[in-house]
């Protein structure tokens, strides 16, 4: 069983930042791919970023050059680093470890104009 939590979330302004973290218990965390979605109200849940166990990044379009996704293996943790923060990033993000399909619990972010 995997468990992941999330934090970092809040309410930010539009252009500043915000740092959100994963923590993975589990041993499967060296070896699985990591992801960040994110879910706003009345859409559907968007996979916004993930990072593969060796260091294979991709982004969505709509957060390309403004996020960033790393992980740290000897924490077991996966980070998102967002800036340029705009009002449509308003949303809940959820952590996701691929193999076996586990989700956090979701942390929210707020972005005002």
């Known amino acids: 069983q995997v468990q992941l939590v999330e934090s970092g979330g809040g309410l930010v302004q539009a252009g500043g930042s915000l740092r959100l973290s994963c923590a993975a218990s589990?041993?499967?965390?060296?070896?699985?791919?990591m992801g960040w979605s994110r879910q706003a109200p009345g859409k559907q849940r968007e996979l916004v970023a993930f990072?593969?166990?060796?260091?294979?990044?991709n982004y969505s379009d709509s957060v390309k050059g403004r996020f960033t996704i790393s992980r740290d293996n000897a924490k077991n943790t996966v980070y998102l680093q967002m800036n340029s923060l705009k009002p449509e990033d308003t949303a809940v993000y959820y952590c996701?470890?691929?193999?076996?399909?586990?989700w956090g619990q979701g942390t929210q972010v707020t972005v005002s104009s």
């Open positions: 996701r470890a691929f193999s076996g399909n586990y």
């Open positions: 589990g041993s499967i965390f060296r070896a699985d791919t």
């Open positions: 990072i593969t166990s060796g260091g294979s990044i």
